[in-house]
C-alpha cells in the first residue's frame, strides 16, 4: 500500500531578534501543516502491509537484525512526534494568551519556534555511559532539527518495510507457481517412468523440489538477503528482488519438461518408428546385397580393377532394435526415447553407407556402360555421314566392340580403342566434303 513521503522541513531560522505577531502566526500555521502531514505519513507506515508481515514473522539473517533496529526506529519517531505535537501546541496555548502578543510573548514564542526549545528522553541504546562522560538521559533540538531527524528515521524504516514487502510480493508468488508447475511435471514423469534412482531426470525434479522448498522458507524468513538494490538510488525500496535462484530452477524445469514431452511423444508413436526404422534397416541390407551381387558380376566381367569389398548386413544395429521393441512391451519409455533417437541417426547412416558401397562396386560397369555408350554414338555419327563402309573405321569398330562385349573386360585397353576410333572418325569427317546431309559435323571425339 502507499505511504506518504518523508515529512516536510521547516524553514526556521536561528535564535535572533523576535518574531512579529505575522511571522509567529505564519510559522504555526507551518508547523500546524507539518504536524498533519508528519501524522499521515506514521499512520500509514503504522498499517503498512510489509510492516504487519514483519511483526507475525518469524526471521532470521539480516532481516531479523534489520527489523530489530527498525522496529526500534519506528518507537523513537512516534517517541519524537509526540514530543513535537506537545511543543506545537504549547507554543500555540503561548499565542493565544493574548490576540496583540507582548514583548515579552513574543520573545518566548521566537525561543519555541526557533531555539533549541523541544527536550526528548534519548533512546536506551543511548544511555550508556560513554568513554567522554556520563549518559545522555535526554536530548534538546529545535523543531526543524526534531524533522530532520523524523525524516532520517521515517526514511530508512520505510526502506526497509518496503523492500521486504516487495520480495515477499514477487519471490513466494512465483515459487508457489513454479512449484504447481514441478508436481504436474513429476506426475507425468512418473506415468512414463522416470523417477528418481531409475534416470537423471527423475533426480533432477528431486532435487528441483528441494531447492525450491529451501528457497521459499528462506524468502519468508530473510527477504532482505533477496534484494538487489539500485545503484545510486535513494528512493524507498529502490532496487528489485533477487530471483538468480529461482531463474536457474525454472530452467532445469523447463529442460526436464521437454524431455518428459519428448518421451511421451516417444510413447504415442514409438510403434510407428519403429516400423520406420526396421524399413531403413531393410533397405540398407537390400541394398548392401546388391552390391555383394554387383561386387561378384564386376570381378567375373573386369578386368585389372580394383573392386572395394562389401561390408555385412548391420547386425549391431538390428540388435539395438531387437532391444528398443522391448522397451516398448514392457513400457520402459524413458529408456526407448534416447534409443529411437540414435537408432534413427545411425540407421540413415547406415543406409546411406550402403548405397555409397553399391555405387563404388558398381562403378567398374558405369564406365563400361559409358564407353559402349560412346561407341555406338560415334557409329551412328558415321554413319550418318556415308562413311559406314570406310574399311579403317570397321576395323577399329569391331577391335572396341569386342574388347567391351568380352569378359573380362580390360576397361584400360578398350578405352584406348574407344579413342582410336573416335580419332579415326574424327579424321575421316575432317576429310570429307559436306554432302547432301549438311554441313561436315567437325566435333571430333567432343
Not at 521547516?10 to 523576535?18: K, L, Y
Not at 514423469?189 to 523440489?209: F, K, N, W, Y
Request: charged fraction near 30%.
Amino acid at each position: 500500500m502507499g505511504v506518504a513521503g518523508p515529512f516536510p522541513s521547516s524553514a526556521g531560522r536561528p535564535p535572533g531578534p523576535a518574531m512579529d505577531r505575522d511571522e509567529v502566526d505564519r510559522a504555526l500555521a507551518r508547523l500546524g501543516a507539518e504536524h498533519e502531514a508528519i501524522e499521515t505519513s506514521l499512520l500509514a507506515l503504522q498499517d503498512h502491509a510489509g510492516r504487519r508481515l514483519l511483526e507475525g514473522a518469524e526471521l532470521t539473517g539480516v532481516t531479523k537484525d534489520r527489523w530489530a533496529s527498525t522496529e526500534q526506529a519506528i518507537a523513537l519517531l512516534w517517541g519524537y512526534f509526540d514530543a513535537y505535537a506537545a511543543a506545537l501546541e504549547e507554543t500555540r496555548e503561548v499565542r493565544a494568551r493574548r490576540r496583540w502578543p507582548s514583548r515579552d510573548d513574543l520573545v518566548e514564542l521566537t525561543d519555541r519556534l526557533r531555539g533549541r526549545s523541544v527536550t526528548v528522553a534519548s533512546p536506551a541504546t543511548h544511555t550508556a555511559p560513554t568513554l567522554t562522560g556520563p549518559a545522555k538521559l535526554s536530548e534538546q533540538f529545535t523543531l526543524e532539527e526534531l524533522v530532520a531527524r523524523m525524516n532520517e528515521l521515517y526514511a530508512s524504516s520505510l526502506n526497509m518495510v518496503v523492500t521486504a514487502d516487495s520480495v515477499w510480493s514477487a519471490l513466494p508468488a512465483r515459487i508457489d507457481l513454479l512449484s504447481a508447475e514441478l508436481q504436474r511435471t513429476r506426475s507425468l514423469a512418473h506415468s512414463v517412468g522416470v523417477r528418481p534412482g531409475e534416470h537423471p531426470a527423475g533426480d533432477e525434479l528431486e532435487s528441483i523440489t528441494h531447492e525450491l522448498s529451501t528457497l521459499r522458507a528462506q524468502v519468508i524468513s530473510d527477504p532482505l538477503a533477496f534484494w538487489r538494490p539500485a545503484p545510486g538510488s535513494s528512493a524507498p525500496g529502490g532496487g528489485r528482488p533477487d530471483t538468480d535462484r529461482y531463474d536457474r530452477s525454472a530452467r532445469a524445469l523447463e529442460d526436464i519438461r521437454r524431455e518428459i514431452e519428448a518421451v511421451l511423444r516417444v510413447r504415442q508413436d514409438s510403434e510407428e518408428r519403429l516400423m520406420r526404422l526396421r524399413d531403413v534397416l531393410s533397405r540398407a541390407d537390400r541394398t548392401l546385397a546388391e552390391a555383394r551381387s554387383a561386387r561378384g558380376e564386376v570381378l567375373a566381367k573386369i578386368a585389372a580393377t580394383e573392386v572395394p569389398a562389401v561390408s555385412g548386413p548391420p547386425t549391431a544395429l538390428q540388435e539395438r532394435l531387437s532391444t528398443a521393441a522391448e522397451y516398448r512391451r514392457h513400457s520402459q519409455w524413458n529408456r526407448l526415447s534416447p534409443l529411437l533417437e540414435s537408432l534413427e541417426r545411425e540407421a540413415e547412416d547406415e543406409l546411406l553407407r550402403a548405397r555409397e558401397s553399391l555405387t563404388a562396386v558398381t562403378a567398374p560397369l558405369a564406365v563400361r556402360a559409358e564407353l559402349r555408350g560412346r561407341l555406338d554414338a560415334y557409329k551412328a555419327k558415321v554413319a550418318r555421314h556415308g562413311l559406314a563402309e570406310d574399311r579403317l573405321l570397321i576395323e577399329r569398330y569391331d577391335a572396341a566392340r569386342r574388347m567391351l562385349w568380352s569378359a573380362p573386360c580390360d576397361l584400360r585397353v578398350a578405352g584406348q580403342a574407344v579413342l582410336r576410333y573416335q580419332q579415326a572418325a574424327a579424321e575421316a569427317l575432317a576429310n570429307r566434303e559436306p554432302g547432301p546431309s549438311g554441313p561436315t559435323d567437325r566435333r571430333g571425339d567432343a
